[in-house]
C-alpha cells in the first residue's frame, strides 16, 4: 500500500503562519491527486486544498488567497503553506492522495494526521 506521512502541525499564534509537509511512500506508479483535508471536534472532515498532477488546484472558500498548496513531484510531496491563520482553522489536518501504485491498480489513502491549533 502507500504511506502518508504528515509533518508541520502545531501551536501558533493568529496571524501567523504555518507549512505542512506530506509525503507519499510505497510502490506507487503515479499520483494523480494530493491535497489536505481537516477536521474539527465535532465537525465533519472538510476539503481544504487539493492538486492534481497537472497542478490544478482546488480551495475551501475560507482559505483560500491565504493557504497555497504545492508539489514536489520527486519526492511525492505535498505542501500547504497557511497564512493569516486563525482560531477557526484549528483543526486535525489529514494529507490525502489517490494514483496508481506499482501493482497498476488505482489506490486511496490518508494520512494519520496533525494537530494544527491557533490561539487567540
Known amino acids: 500500500q502507500v504511506q502518508l506521512e504528515e509533518f508541520g502541525g502545531g501551536l501558533v499564534q493568529a496571524g501567523g503562519s504555518r507549512r505542512l509537509s506530506c509525503a507519499a511512500s510505497g510502490n506507487i506508479f503515479s499520483i494523480n491527486l494530493m491535497g489536505w483535508y481537516r477536521q474539527a471536534p465535532g465537525k465533519q472532515r472538510d476539503l481544504v486544498a487539493t492538486i492534481t498532477s497537472g497542478d490544478n488546484t482546488n480551495y475551501l472558500d475560507s482559505v483560500r488567497g491565504r493557504f497555497t498548496i504545492s508539489r514536489a513531484n520527486a519526492k511525492n510531496t505535498v505542501y500547504l503553506l497557511m497564512n493569516n491563520l486563525t482560531p477557526e482553522d484549528t483543526a486535525a489536518y489529514y494529507c490525502?492522495?489517490?494514483?496508481?501504485?506499482?501493482?497498476?491498480?488505482?489506490?486511496?489513502?490518508w494520512g494519520q494526521g496533525t494537530q494544527v491549533t491557533v490561539s487567540s
Open positions: 490525502y492522495a489517490n494514483g496508481v501504485a506499482g501493482t497498476r491498480v488505482p489506490f486511496a489513502s
